[in-house]
Nanobody
Framework: QVQLVESGGGLVQAGGSLRLSCAAS????????MGWFRQAPGKEREFVAA????????AYADSVKGRFTISRDNAKNTVYLQMNSLQPEDTANYYC??????????????????WGQGTQVTVSS
């Protein structure tokens, strides 16, 4: 079993930055590909970014390309999401997710079997 705990959310003004962290326990992080998803009130959960186990393959939603960066430190069992140039439309609960299909950066939520509880990001205009 894998436990994922997100942190780093908060309130930020438009144009600001936040870095989210996702700490994994229960399995060595290098066994997992990881992803970030988000869900705003009244909307479906959507893909944000993904990274394979080694970090050499990443994928991003078009809406965050050039602003968000996903990275990982397997030695620290932690995945990060650096978010720059934040906009009010980025406001959502952000979830990290893990999958044993570790060789690729997967964009579909249904491919992930392990989920954190989420961390709230609120961007004010």
């Amino acid at each position: 079993q894998v436990q994922l705990v997100e942190s780093g959310g908060g309130l930020v003004q438009a144009g600001g930055s936040l870095r989210l962290s996702c700490a994994a326990s229960g399995r060595t992080l290098s066994m997992l590909a990881m992803g970030w998803f988000r869900q705003a009130p009244g909307k479906e959960r959507e893909f944000v970014a993904a990274i394979n186990w080694s970090g050499d393959t990443t994928a991003y939603a078009d809406s965050v390309k050039g602003r968000f960066t996903i990275s990982r430190d397997n030695a620290k069992n932690t995945v990060y999401l650096q978010m720059n140039s934040l906009q009010p439309e980025d406001t959502a609960n952000y979830y990290c997710a893990g999958t044993l299909l570790r060789n690729v950066a997967l964009t579909g939520a249904h491919m992930y079997g392990f989920w954190g509880q989420g961390t709230q990001v609120t961007v004010s205009s």
